[in-house]
């Protein structure tokens, strides 16, 4: 059974940045994509960043100043956040595609003003 564990989120100041990681166990094949989104209580998961092949889509509102990665031995995600502002304020989940989708159980980030 394939699980995702994220880690690094937490609280922050804005203009600080923050890593995320998101380790997947279990047997896992032919990964589609790797990402993340976020969600706001109340509001519509958004995408944040994912990569596919052959591309990496970033959300307009990150571009520049997040960044995501993937270790293909470690079947981990990262996304690296910086230049943090409160509307970034948010839970954070990972995403794995393969003929299934698989996410995390998300990670809370607070950027405060």
């Known amino acids: 059974q394939v699980q995702l564990v994220e880690s690094g989120g937490g609280l922050v100041q804005a203009g600080g940045s923050l890593r995320l990681s998101c380790a997947a166990s279990?047997?896992?094949?032919?990964?589609?994509?790797m990402g993340w989104y976020r969600q706001v209580q109340g509001k519509q998961r958004e995408l944040v960043a994912v990569i596919t092949r052959p591309s990496t889509n970033y959300a307009d509102t990150v571009k520049g100043e997040f960044t995501v990665s993937r270790n293909k031995t470690k079947n981990t995600v990262y996304l690296q956040m910086n230049s943090l502002k409160p509307e970034d304020t948010a839970g954070y989940y990972c995403l794995i595609t393969t003929m299934s989708v698989y996410w995390g159980q998300g990670t809370q980030d607070t950027v405060s003003s």
């Open positions: 279990g047997l896992i094949f032919g990964i589609k994509a």
